[in-house]
């Protein structure tokens, strides 16, 4: 069986098994500057899935990572200093005029997401900054799911009017001393090839490029 066969079949077992457990959508990544990336893209496109958004990926270690000598105030759902409510509102808007490729899940969605991830922990990742009463932007820090010790950000952003004003770098440095805090050793991030600004950003806060990966989907709805 060569490569191609062996991939097809895996892919068609996937989406048999996971139309038997009721899933509604399957989400697919390949790195491209893989050898077969070009086969790879053409099986899934003729097995119905979509191509989303081509990505950059990058990693930092955090072992030398100081707490921010300058910080905002952030809260969180976990400590009763935020509110489901409220961080739904936030989230909401700081999707509004985003860079990245706009996701056709609600906002609902993604906080079950959220919750399906990281169980009963969901609500220690939900962090909102502000300045005074001001609310800034969002982090979602988490350990990865089956690691131990692998930081990630299952989004980050800022509201619209606090774009542009040089806050994104502090807020994401604070974001990184969070997952520190929570017991990663390193930091695995990602954004749209598109998003130079964020791309800006974590080579501002020492993150290494590691790789350009492209994800497809498809809706089994």
Known sequence: MNDTNLGKGELESLVSESRNKNVTRIGVVINKSAAHYLQFSKLL???????????????KLLQGLTEP???YEWRSISTNTLTEAEFKKLWSQCRIGSENR?????????VASVQQLLGEKWRDACVAFYEGSKAIGITIPHIEPGTQDEGRLFYFG?????????RS??????SLWLLKQMG???????THETNLKMQKVFLNNACSITRHIESYY????
């Not at 800022?158 to 040089?166: D, F, N």
């Not at 990663?184 to 990602?190: D, E, I, V």
């Not at 498809?218 to 709805?221: S, V, W």
């Open 45 to 59: 496109v003729n097995h119905g899935f979509t191509a989303y958004a081509s990505k950059v990926e990058v990693t």
């Open 69 to 71: 000598k300058k910080a």
């Open 102 to 110: 706009t996701s056709s899940l609600s906002i609902e969605e993604h």
């Open 158 to 166: 800022l509201v619209p009017e606090e774009r542009g004003r040089g």
């Open 169 to 174: 770098g502090l807020i994401h440095t604070q």
């Open 184 to 190: 990663a050793t390193f930091y695995k991030g990602s």
């Open 218 to 221: 498809l809706d089994l709805t």
